[in-house]
């Protein structure tokens, strides 16, 4: 497994403890803006509405998925929005299985998976 280019904001896996006010909460500290959760972990990113989702913004994921990714969490703001076919279809060929949902939904439900030693990640879009 490859680094991903950009400088990781936190090292290791941290389930998500609170999330709003345009940012989340995990190991004791907070972050404002967006985040990807990876098992490599866990990383500012720079997505802040659901066009930005897209190939390139999920490139640490790509780069981390074999083997390590099997779900991975979207959270796309306040509303569920669909993932483009493209995008889903690059996901699926990767061996991960996208599962867009609100951000409040991803996020609980990343710390559930946690905790029950699944293989997921997160894209998880801040929300006010």
């Known amino acids: 497994m490859t680094e991903p280019k950009y400088a990781g904001f936190l090292p290791g896996v941290h389930p998500i403890e609170g999330y709003g006010t345009g940012g989340f909460r995990f190991a004791s500290m907070?972050?404002?803006?967006?985040?990807?959760?990876?098992?490599?972990?866990?990383?500012?990113?720079?997505?802040?509405?659901?066009?930005?989702?897209?190939?390139?913004?999920?490139?640490?994921?790509?780069?981390?998925?074999?083997?390590?990714?099997?779900?991975?969490?979207?959270?796309?703001?306040?509303?569920?929005?669909?993932?483009?076919?493209?995008?889903?279809?690059?996901?699926l060929q990767a061996g991960i299985r996208p599962e867009p949902m609100p951000t409040g939904a991803a996020a609980r439900t990343y710390s559930i998976l946690l905790g029950e030693r699944r293989r997921v990640a997160a894209a998880l879009l801040a929300v006010p």
């Open 30 to 91: 907070s972050h404002r803006g967006s985040i990807l959760a990876l098992p490599s972990g866990i990383y500012a990113w720079s997505a802040a509405v659901p066009s930005d989702i897209c190939a390139a913004s999920l490139e640490a994921v790509f780069q981390e998925a074999p083997g390590s990714i099997e779900h991975l969490l979207i959270g796309t703001g306040l509303e569920l929005v669909p993932l483009g076919p493209a995008l889903r279809q690059l996901l």
